[in-house]
């Protein structure tokens, strides 16, 4: 198979933020990777704004090392490399005053090109650099400008940044990133749901039993703890990414693959989702590694708080109240230091309404599984008759489709999700970009859940690095007959 990649128009991208983490580690070598590619046009322009006073040459070195560090595997040489960082360019900018906006101006190719502003700063900024472009004559009717999460921390915060931002940009000009929405296996989700007769008609709540999405790292807060103490897993997973999924996975078929078409289904989700009932959550703080505490600190030290009330794990059972998911659960997951890295979702079929091979024969369901990450995939297992004489033995066996062996070289080739939504920042694609009133849904459903546990000083439970969270996870499970799956790459 070949992979058909279609260069994009040429196109003036403006990275303010240009010098910072997200810059190197993502953004730069996710563009260097489409250079490789052929996607991006030798005539494309890529700027670098921030504070720092460099020049361009001084901002070349600086993306040739984060790209010889964060670039993987698909770099393609230094004559390339040397091309790539030709196209780059650097301002010294200050978003709250004067300095610079003319030399950005300059810069600017004119008119007729993809003009992109990529966001990448703090959220307090966003009004500003969004006056100043339209001051500047920067924000004309083609402009794009990207947005990083987290957008708010609650309602309020973002209706007003929507507000703010809506001052100067139509809706079809902004992109709220959620990199999720730019992985390979969500966009499969939709392929699989939508593209398939098999799934659909027995995608609700008459056959399945319940669905469970995971999404578990292995990795602690890191050097991001101030940030992360003032959000945890509510705000930093779950308000954003686990939603994401917790939509594609429930919505309705939308007319088209469209913008507007599936992000008005997503929305359906979301305003149809149940306050949660607080025994329904249960959320946990992650413990030193014992014999390892210098390396692998406990949370609160990792945050600098020993009295910190943020929860670094937390699950969830959430109930849709729809015609198609009245009465199918869905519990979700998410923590820092769990025992392994690994994001699934998993659909829980019902029993078959009568076994006819008796109660020896044992209980088994269809479990379909989706891997995101590691070793992405699909995994359906199916119940057969044990092979052998002996009667009629029923076991559960997995007709698997992991992606880099059905797909061969081609998954290996597969795209950052950085590097895919900035290609379609500049197609003009806003499908697998958050909308405003998506995202203020997700609040409205989050903030009473978050003001619920600031009004009763609640504390998240200790659990172990390394372990599946605390025990009021698998309890909320055992309450239910229900149990966390373990992740199908490791069970069947
Ligand atoms: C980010 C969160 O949005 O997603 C991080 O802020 C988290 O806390 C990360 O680690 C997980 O992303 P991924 O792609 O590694 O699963």
Redo the contacts with the bound molecule.
């Keep these: 198979m070949v992979s058909r990649v279609i260069p994009v128009d040429p196109f003036d991208l403006v990275i303010f933020g240009g010098t910072g983490d997200l810059a190197q580690r993502k953004i730069l070598p996710g563009l260097f990777r489409r250079f490789c590619a052929g996607q991006m046009p030798h005539e494309a322009k890529i700027i670098g704004a921030a504070r720092s006073d460099i020049d361009a040459d001084g901002y070349r070195d600086l993306i040739r090392a984060a790209i010889a560090k964060f670039g993987g595997e698909q770099a393609c040489g230094d004559a390339q490399l040397d091309a790539f960082l030709a196209r780059l360019n650097y301002v010294t900018i200050d978003a709250k005053g004067e300095k610079g906006w003319a030399d950005l101006q300059k810069l600017m190719a004119g008119k007729g090109r993809v003009e992109a502003y990529y966001f990448s700063v703090a959220p307090s900024l966003f009004g500003d650099l969004a006056e100043r472009l339209q001051k500047w004559g920067m924000a004309d009717s083609q402009a794009r400008i990207v947005v990083e999460?987290p957008f708010g921390r609650d309602l309020e915060t973002a209706r007003t940044l929507n507000n703010t931002l809506a001052a100067f940009f139509e809706e079809r000009q902004i992109y709220r990133i959620d990199?999720y929405l730019g992985k390979e296996t969500v966009q499969n989700l939709m392929a699989v749901r939508f593209g398939n007769m098999l799934f659909e008609p027995l995608w609700n709540s008459q056959y399945v039993d319940h669905i469970q999405i995971t999404?578990a790292?292995t990795?602690g807060v890191g050097g991001r703890g101030e940030y992360?103490d003032k959000s945890g897993a509510m705000r930093?997973?779950v308000q954003n990414?686990l939603m994401q999924l917790l939509c594609l996975i429930a919505m309705e078929p939308p007319a088209r693959f469209d913008p507007d078409a599936v992000r008005d289904e997503k929305l359906k989700v979301i305003r149809a989702l149940d306050p949660v009932e607080n025994h329904h959550i249960a959320r946990g703080q992650y413990q030193a590694e014992p014999c390892n505490e210098a390396e692998n600190p406990g949370y609160r030290t990792a945050v600098g708080d020993p009295r910190s009330r943020t929860e670094s794990f937390i699950a969830m059972k959430i109930h849709i109240s729809n015609w198609r998911w009245a009465g199918t659960p869905f519990y979700i997951r998410t923590g820092k230091r769990m025992s392994s890295r690994a994001?699934e979702i998993t659909v829980v079929f019902k029993d078959t309404p009568h076994s006819i091979f008796g109660e020896e024969a044992g209980r088994h369901r269809n479990v379909l599984s989706i891997r995101l990450?590691p070793n992405e995939g699909i995994t359906l297992g199916v119940t057969i008759k044990e092979p052998g004489p002996g009667g009629m033995r029923l076991i559960d066996v997995p007709l698997d489709m992991t992606f880099a062996d059905a797909l061969g070289s081609e998954a290996d080739d597969h795209v950052d999700?950085y590097e895919r939504l900035i290609m379609d920042v500049i197609r003009g694609n806003q499908t697998l970009f958050m909308r405003g009133d998506e995202v203020e849904a997700a609040w409205t459903w989050t903030d009473p859940i978050i003001k619920g546990w600031e009004a009763r000083h609640d504390v998240p439970k200790p659990y172990d690095s390394g372990s599946d969270g605390p025990t009021d996870s698998s309890e909320m499970m055992r309450r239910d007959g229900r149990s966390w799956r373990k992740g199908s790459n490791e069970d069947v």
């Design positions: 999460k990199h999404v790292e990795v992360y930093d997973m990414h994001s990450q999700a």
